[in-house]
């Protein structure tokens, strides 16, 4: 068992920056892939990030690429999502999630992770 929460969220202008946090208590956190997601009002939840338990192999949206950066600290158990540059766009709530390493899914999809956060919302202003 893995519990998540978000935290960081809140009101910023367009081009600003926000840092989202996530910590992970519970299970051995360095086994799992961690992931960001994102789901606008009235959209489905999207992919917005990931790391693997190394930190070493990290992926993201094309719509967020060059402007976010995610990271991790496996000995505060803890992920990070650093959002600059930002877009009215990019409005929504951020969910972190978490997927063992071991795990054949496709981590592009929400449907791969096991363990979810509560959510942060996020509002970029234009």
């Known amino acids: 068992q893995v519990r998540l929460a978000e935290s960081g969220g809140g009101l910023v202008q367009a081009g600003g920056s926000l840092r989202l946090s996530c910590a992970a208590s519970?299970?051995?956190?360095?086994?799992?892939?961690m992931g960001w997601f994102r789901q606008a009002p009235g959209k489905n939840r999207v992919f917005v990030a990931a790391?693997?338990?190394?930190?070493?192999?990290?992926l993201y949206a094309d719509s967020v690429k060059g402007r976010f950066t995610v990271s991790r600290d496996n000995a505060k158990n803890t992920v990070d999502l650093q959002m600059n540059s930002m877009k009215p766009e990019d409005t929504a709530v951020y969910y972190c999630?978490?997927?063992?390493?071991?795990?054949?899914?496709?981590?592009?999809?929400?449907?791969?992770?096991?363990?979810w956060g509560q959510g942060t919302r996020v509002t970029v202003s234009s």
């Open positions: 519970g299970h051995t956190f360095s086994s799992y892939t």
């Open positions: 790391i693997r338990r190394s930190g070493d192999n990290l």
């Open positions: 999630a978490a997927v063992p390493e071991y795990s054949t899914g496709n981590i592009y999809l929400p449907s791969t992770y096991e363990y």
